[in-house]
């Protein structure tokens, strides 16, 4: 079955960097888009980025500049690199994968950023 599974998050100063991971399995990865999405304490989970099959990537503007969102599909993997970061942030990360009928998720990377 389709698994999702995060890594990376932790906590950060202001202005740091950070790399998630998303390891996937289950399914066809290079043939799909993958996302990143974050959810902020009391807020809905908002859409950060995403990259097609194709490499072709897609950002917020509250991050555009700042993250890149890459696939390595020999390793089943998809990364975001965040850097200069700022306390709006933080939150929980998730990997996510839409296929067809099907919404799968991670069970999410914490990224904390506070001096």
């Known amino acids: 079955q389709v698994q999702l599974v995060e890594s990376g998050g932790g906590l950060v100063q202001p202005g740091g960097s950070l790399r998630l991971s998303c390891a996937a399995s289950g399914f066809t990865f290079s043939s799909y888009i993958m996302s990143w999405y974050r959810q902020a304490p009391g807020k809905q989970r908002e859409l950060v980025a995403q990259i097609t099959s194709a490499y072709s990537p897609n950002y917020a503007d509250s991050v555009k500049g700042r993250f890149t969102i890459s696939r390595d599909n020999a390793k089943n993997t998809v990364y975001l690199q965040m850097n200069s970061l700022k306390p709006e942030d933080a939150g929980v990360y998730y990997c996510?994968?839409?296929?067809?009928?099907?919404?799968?998720w991670g069970q999410g990377t914490l990224v904390t950023v506070s001096s």
């Open positions: 996510n994968l839409k296929m067809g009928t099907l919404d799968a």
